[in-house]
């Protein structure tokens, strides 16, 4: 149980390209949804949390008119990174938790290539 | 600075051998997961700990939660190559907070 998909897992496109990556949660309701971004053999650094019908919360540094984030339903939310450059370049991964204190189930990543 | 401080950064060691990986913090948790990676995956949780004390075994994986909920460990008995990977350890505050992981290689 508790399988999260995220998708594409790979995208290579050009700069000024915008990108839409999704999340969904195939076995239970994520109340809540998790963006993250993480740079080659580094931890995961928590870009924003989105619970369903809500704005997202962005962290501290992180652009919400960069990176769009919606969660419509209780098992799908999408990230947008809009008007996407080279510096944009890294793996981007989603998770997912049916509720707080619940444990948080992460899909496979999305690694995003810009040109 | 780290909430989480994980320790160490990077081991190599060869199968057959013991390992012990450590989170620690000055921070309370309501509770802690660890989480392994393989590259271009994303994390798997292995385990949560949520009672300080509370000692968890995951066949050759020991994890160890402190007593005050501050500082984990996770110990691996007899490592094999497929044990190679990043762990990463995550305190809940309740947002959880990613340790900098270990990055794990077990040579044949």
């Known amino acids: 149980g508790a399988v999260v998909s995220q998708h594409p897992s790979r995208v290579i496109c050009k700069s000024g390209t915008s990108v839409k990556i999704e999340c969904r949660s195939l076995?239970?309701?994520?109340?809540?949804m998790f963006w993250y971004r993480q740079f080659p053999k580094q931890s995961l650094m928590l870009m924003a949390t989105?619970?369903?019908?809500?704005?997202?919360?962005?962290e501290q540094g992180v652009e919400k008119d960069k990176f769009l984030i919606n969660h419509a339903s209780l098992t799908l939310s999408t990230l947008t990174v809009a008007s996407a450059h080279p510096e944009d370049s890294s793996f981007y991964i989603c998770?997912?938790?049916?509720?707080?204190?619940?444990?948080?189930?992460f899909g496979d990543g999305t690694r995003l290539s810009i040109l | 600075t780290q909430l989480l401080e994980q320790s160490p950064q990077f081991l190599s060691i060869q199968e057959g051998e013991n390992l012990t990986v450590y989170c620690n913090s000055s921070?309370?948790?309501?509770?802690l997961q660890w989480y392994r990676q393989e590259p271009g995956e994303g994390p798997v949780l292995l385990v949560t700990?949520?009672?300080?004390?509370e000692v968890k075994k995951l066949k050759r994986l020991t994890f160890q939660f402190g007593d005050a909920r501050k500082d984990s460990s996770l110990h691996i008995t007899a490592a094999q190559p497929g044990d190679t990977g990043l762990y990463l350890c995550?305190?809940?505050?309740?947002?959880?907070?990613f340790g900098a992981g270990t990055i794990l290689r077990v040579k044949s």
């Open positions: 998770s997912a938790s049916s509720g707080p204190g619940q444990p948080q189930h």
């Open positions: 076995d239970f309701q994520a109340t809540t």
């Open positions: 989105s619970n369903e019908g809500s704005k997202a919360t962005y």
């Open positions: 921070s309370v948790f309501s509770s």
């Open positions: 700990v949520v009672t300080g004390g």
């Open positions: 995550a305190g809940a505050v309740p947002k959880l907070v």
